[in-house]
């Protein structure tokens, strides 16, 4: 009996991207699976080969394959994948294969045997996108941009994915670790307090598991950083992509898409050691729950404790996130998820430049604040989802998710002033005694998605609503705005407690709510057409004055993409996107100044090469934030004008254009390469800063290249990373004098090495160092006051075991 695929947990699927042949079959192919349990190895095999295989689904589990190298026959392939398992797969005449035990010896008669129950799947048919366990850079499928489960080809934006296995090679634990290796993002740090996240001149927005997360993943936004063992992948759509999202920025958004349960057991434990007594240990199991694998669990818990190069300061996390599966019926699939995370440590934001804004000559160690300062975040995510698969192969999927971030800073403080390298003197402390900050949101999305006949040909569509809500409260109290210091005698340990003082409070809240439709029209068999649009309401609310800080509703947003065929393997697009983001100044007529729009354009060209292993890129683009608030000059300022004081017109614009070049996947046998290079330009187009440069702390060339080669016939994978970007530098005023000034940090490569070698199918050591030349710079200009350095030279070891 056959069924149509439910999802991609399957053992036995199979990607049929052409009828299987005895022709296809005897095709050699090269292959690098590693070893695993069966099922997982099974399922990436078939996806690559697009051979057919049938067969129960209880007999891979509990058993591990060995993994496939080198070059076969996809026949050959299977039998070495099969090799020590006790099955064996057997072909019929149209080239199909069933899985079934191996006779006990040569001269066993199986005439008797009893006859499997034909499950036929196919693995591409949903295209699920997990890259656990498949050994490779290069992505199978995204719906970050569209909902539409299309691969980065049939995407027509720029779009990035950093797979498990690259995330694993590099030793990468936080969504900092993964970013950095994004061709085109800026990971704009601060200190250890966080970083935001910039792509294309401006921001990005985040994603879970492709709902928007209303809390973020900014500092900004007050939450943690989040641990990349719960991921699988971390991708990333470049430009505006205000189709699923509402508000935001146009950078781009980021989609954190985490660890699923798996079909057969598996478990790994992880223990790491790096430089400045760095130590993590991490356990992952996964395994159907009953017998029948109808429910399934998954958990993975970090402890991991680190001191940074800065004096003093220190981060200890413990995480664990749980997440389950269960098939309530043939069709519907219920899914439950808890995150939980604590970080406790002591922060710094950076370090300062002298008053002219030149390098003060300070060691990067330095620490500027209060060795008594502590910070504890608590950070929880709960998510419930329901599937249900309908008639026609199409879906119905709702998800609901609630996280809450509860943050407590004690002793903080940071340095500002002008600081004289002669004398020491000229900066001063800012120091608060305590702060408490608590962001609770929920955020929901229900769509459909599937396919339908119009014409005489065969096209999809997904339509949804989603929407959530965020409210932030916030008490500080004991404020020292300017206690005088002295560099050369500073001490962190030597500053009294801080007196109290009146609280001050916040309390805000933020709703968004939008339904949007988007169709991929099958224009012909080489150009398909993908239209959308998104209806948004916004609103955010002062909930301690009563008064709304802006309202939008009914704001559109379009999507269209055009995508041809050159050939099987090579297509070029053209693309429109766009978002909105609402202001807070307002007009001569008393209302707030229209949203701004980031409109992002871009062209290009998209490959899958080399039996799809390698995914390439080139794009083109243009993005148009148009809008922005500027003072209205017809209006003097005066407190009796409807706006409150001083007006403001929406219309300023920027403009920011560039190129996108990349590629990622395997170029030959066991050789992964993530490689990319972005040229962007951003400028003022209009007002009194026409042609003058927007965001030069962004630089204007940045490249990335990241590699890993296993040697044949031995145990080592040996590999390296390069990230480079040109100069970067910031002009600001000062905040006490007013006067201008500009600081700078030179253009920058940085090199990093990785050795890994496997002790035995079970466990392999890896070995790696960043910044292999120490290299000392500023990982962010963030102003004069506090500009963090970028960390050290650093040394990681790391043991995996599988059991």
């Known amino acids: 009996m056959s069924h149509r695929p439910t999802h991609s947990r399957s053992a036995t699927a199979s990607a049929q991207a052409m009828p299987p042949t005895q022709a296809s079959a005897a095709q050699q192919r090269s292959y690098n699976i ?142 900092d670790d993964a970013l950095q290796a994004v061709n085109g993002a800026f990971v704009a740090a601060q200190g250890n307090n966080g970083a935001q996240y910039f792509s294309r001149g401006f921001e990005m927005q985040s994603q879970y598991d492709g709902v928007p997360n209303p809390g973020g993943i900014s500092n900004n936004n007050r939450n943690p950083q989040i641990d990349n063992a719960f991921l699988d992948r971390v991708e990333t759509v470049q430009g505006a992509a205000g189709l699923l999202t509402g508000a935001g920025q146009p950078g781009g958004t980021i989609n954190l898409v985490r660890k699923r349960p798996t079909e057969a057991f598996q478990a790994s434990a992880e223990m790491q050691l790096a430089s400045r007594d760095g130590r993590r240990i991490v356990g992952d199991i996964s395994a159907p729950l009953t017998e029948s694998g109808r429910i399934r669990g998954r958990v993975v818990a970090v402890a991991d404790n680190s001191k940074s190069f800065v004096d003093y300061v220190y981060r200890n996390r413990r995480a664990i996130y749980a997440v389950a599966e269960a098939d309530l019926t043939a069709t519907t699939t219920l899914e439950a998820s808890v995150q939980y995370q604590r970080d406790t440590g002591r922060n710094h934001l950076g370090a300062p430049f002298a ?260 995914n390439v890129s080139a794009a083109a683009f243009r993005l148009e934030q148009t809008n922005l608030a500027r003072r209205d000059e017809s209006i003097v300022p005066d407190p009796a004008n409807a706006c409150g004081g001083t007006c403001y017109i929406a219309a300023d614009k920027v403009v920011s254009q560039g190129i996108d070049l990349g590629a990622s996947g395997e170029i030959a046998t066991g050789w992964n390469v993530a490689a990319g290079y972005t040229y962007m330009d951003s400028q003022y187009a209009s007002g009194a800063r026409n042609g003058e440069r927007y965001g030069p702390q962004l630089p204007r060339h940045s490249l990335r290249l990241s590699t890993a080669y296993k040697l044949p016939n031995t145990g080592w994978t040996l590999g390296g990373n390069v990230s480079a970007r040109s100069r970067i530098y910031r002009n600001d005023t000062s905040w006490d004098t007013g006067a201008p000034y500009t ?61």
């Open 743 to 803: 600081v700078r940090s030179g253009g920058l490569v940085l090199v990093g090495l990785m050795a890994r070698y496997e002790i035995n199918p079970k466990a392999e050591l890896m070995l790696a160092v960043s910044n292999l030349f120490d290299r000392t710079y500023r990982a962010n200009l963030e102003n004069k006051y506090y500009s963090p350095f970028g960390e050290p030279r650093k040394l990681t070891t790391n043991l995996r075991y599988r059991f």
């Open 34 to 175: 590693p070893a695993g349990p069966l099922n997982t190895v099974l399922t990436h095999f078939l996806a690559e080969s697009g051979l057919l295989l049938s067969g129960s689904t209880t007999l891979a589990q509990g058993k591990t394959s060995p993994g496939v190298q080198g070059s076969h026959t996809p026949a050959a392939a299977l039998a070495a994948l099969l090799a020590g398992t006790g099955l064996t797969a057997t072909p019929d005449a149209q080239g199909r294969y069933a899985l079934q035990p191996a006779a006990p010896a040569p001269t066993a008669n199986t005439s008797g045997a009893a006859t499997l129950k034909e499950v036929t799947v196919t693995a591409g048919a949903e295209r699920s996108g997990t890259t656990e366990g498949t050994g490779s850079y290069a992505a199978s499928s995204t719906n970050t941009a569209t909902k539409l489960h299309l691969t980065p080809r049939e995407t027509p934006q720029t779009v990035t994915v950093v797979t498990s296995q690259q995330m694993q090679d590099f030793g990468m634990t936080s969504v």
């Open 355 to 614: 008053a002219d804004g030149s390098e003060p000559g300070i060691r990067r160690s330095f620490f500027w604040g209060d060795a008594g300062q502590r910070t504890v975040k608590d950070y929880t995510l709960t998510t419930l989802g329901l599937t249900q698969r309908l008639a026609g192969d199409w879906q119905a999927k709702a998800t609901f998710s609630h996280n809450r971030t509860d943050s407590d800073i004690s002793r903080y403080s940071y340095a500002r002033g002008e600081l004289d390298v002669t004398t020491g003197d000229g900066l001063v402390l800012g120091r608060q005694r305590s702060l408490t900050q608590d962001l609770s949101a929920n955020a929901a999305d229900v769509y459909v998605s599937g396919p339908f006949q119009w014409f005489g040909r065969k096209h999809e569509a997904a339509f949804g609503l989603n929407g959530s809500t965020m409210r932030h409260t916030y008490t500080g109290a004991g404020y020292i705005p300017r206690l005088p210091i002295n560099v050369n005698t500073f001490a962190p340990s030597a500053l009294d407690d801080i007196p109290g003082a009146t609280p001050y409070f916040g309390d805000t809240k933020t709703t968004q709510l939008g339904a949007y439709g988007v169709a991929r029209w099958s224009v012909t068999d080489a150009l398909k057409l993908i239209t959308g649009v998104r209806v948004s309401n916004y609103k955010d609310e002062d909930l301690l004055t009563k008064r709304t800080s802006s309202e939008e509703n009914g704001v559109i947003s379009p999507y269209a993409g055009l995508i041809y065929d050159l050939n099987a393997q090579v297509s070029v697009y053209a693309s429109y996107s766009n978002i909105f983001t609402p202001q807070t100044q307002k007009t001569t007529a008393g209302g707030t100044v229209k949203p701004v729009v980031g409109a992002n354009y871009e062209a290009g060209i998209k490959g899958e090469l080399l039996d799809k292993r390698l």
